[in-house]
Nanobody, 126 residues
Framework: QVQLVESGGGLVQAGGSLRLSCAAS????????MGWFRQAPGKEREFVAT????????DYADSVKGRFTISRDNAKNTMYLQMNSLRPEDTAVYIC???????????????????WGQGTQVTVSS
């Protein structure tokens, strides 16, 4: 079992930056790919970014490419999302997710993930 806890959300002005963290507990963290998703009120959960278990492969949604950077530190069981040049349309609950043990490759679809955090709110004002 893996438990995921996000932190780092908040209120920021457009153009600003935030760094989200996702702390994982459970022995399988280092052998799984992980991802960030987001969900705005009244909208479907959407893919943001994913990273392989080694950290060597990443993928991003077109809407955040060039502005967001995903990374992970397996020694600390933590994944990060550095968000720069934030826009009002980035406002959402950001949720981290973890694939099943030994599923080490990136994935951009929700059904690829077995474990989910509760999310952290990001609000970008114009």
């Amino acid at each position: 079992q893996v438990q995921l806890v996000e932190s780092g959300g908040g209120l920021v002005q457009a153009g600003g930056s935030l760094r989200l963290s996702c702390a994982a507990s459970g022995r399988t963290f280092s052998r799984t790919a992980m991802g960030w998703f987001r969900q705005a009120p009244g909208k479907e959960r959407e893919f943001v970014a994913t990273i392989s278990w080694s950290g060597g492969d990443t993928d991003y949604a077109d809407s955040v490419k060039g502005r967001f950077t995903i990374s992970r530190d397996n020694a600390k069981n933590t994944m990060y999302l550095q968000m720069n040049s934030l826009r009002p349309e980035d406002t959402a609950v950001y949720i981290c997710a973890c694939r099943r043990p030994y599923e080490t490759t990136c994935a951009s679809y929700t059904r690829a993930y077995a474990y989910w955090g509760q999310g952290t709110q990001v609000t970008v004002s114009s």
